[in-house]
């Protein structure tokens, strides 16, 4: 099995277990083992997935703005959240090939393994989503026929993109390309950086 199989895999279970209660407050019930590489990618997927509904329910133009604000705010910590589980699955990536011998004509990618993880996660849930428009009883049927066009879209490129990532993997492992991980800056997560934070201490 690829990287990505297991990738895909596990954001699946992710997702349909997050679908069961279908609630943004349920307790995560993580499967895997702490240290592993799988829990990072179900806990990941399983972020994504509750960020996805933060982001539908913000936009009820009908929602209390004290509820927007507290939600806005759930919405930050969890961006916050991504960003660090992509740094740890970029650190398992690190220790995994750190003994690579890089060749002297190796390039460089322009994204690392784990940001290209992030857009698998979140183009899963896209295919989640989008089926459930495609099938939905409700909808016309021309609204079905464009989901399902735009279903089928998406299952290509997660084709495409699960393909790409493990054709990068393989060429790290090679030495034929090398990573090089810069931390994200969120300047505006830093009370130090964030002038509407410093400035009002």
């Known amino acids: 099995m690829t990287f990505t199989e297991q990738a895909n895999q596990i954001f699946n279970k992710a997702i349909n277990d997050y679908h069961i209660k279908d609630d943004i407050d349920t307790p995560i019930s993580n499967p895997y083992d702490r240290e592993s590489i799988e829990n990072r990618l179900y806990l990941k997927c399983w972020i994504d997935t ?24 759930r919405i930050d910590q969890s961006n916050q959240d991504r960003t660090d589980l992509v740094e740890q699955i970029d650190a398992f990536f690190r220790q995994k090939y750190a003994e690579v011998n890089i060749r ?10 784990a940001w290209a993880v992030d857009r698998l996660s979140i183009l899963a849930l896209k295919i989640y989503h989008m089926h459930e428009q495609a099938t939905r009883d409700d909808a016309s049927a021309e609204h079905r026929e464009r989901c399902t066009a735009k279903l089928n879209v998406l299952l290509e490129q997660q084709q495409d993109l699960s393909t790409a990532i493990d054709q990068l993997l393989e060429d790290i492992e090679n030495g034929v390309k090398y990573m090089k991980v ?20």
């Open 50 to 73: 509750v960020q996805w509904h933060f982001e539908d329910i913000i936009r009820d133009p009908h929602i209390d703005p004290v509820e927007a604000l507290l939600l806005k705010r």
């Open 104 to 113: 002297p004509d190796a390039r460089l990618n322009t994204e690392s393994p």
């Open 182 to 201: 810069y931390k994200q800056m969120k300047m505006y997560n830093d009370p130090s950086t964030n002038p509407i934070l410093y400035k009002n201490k």
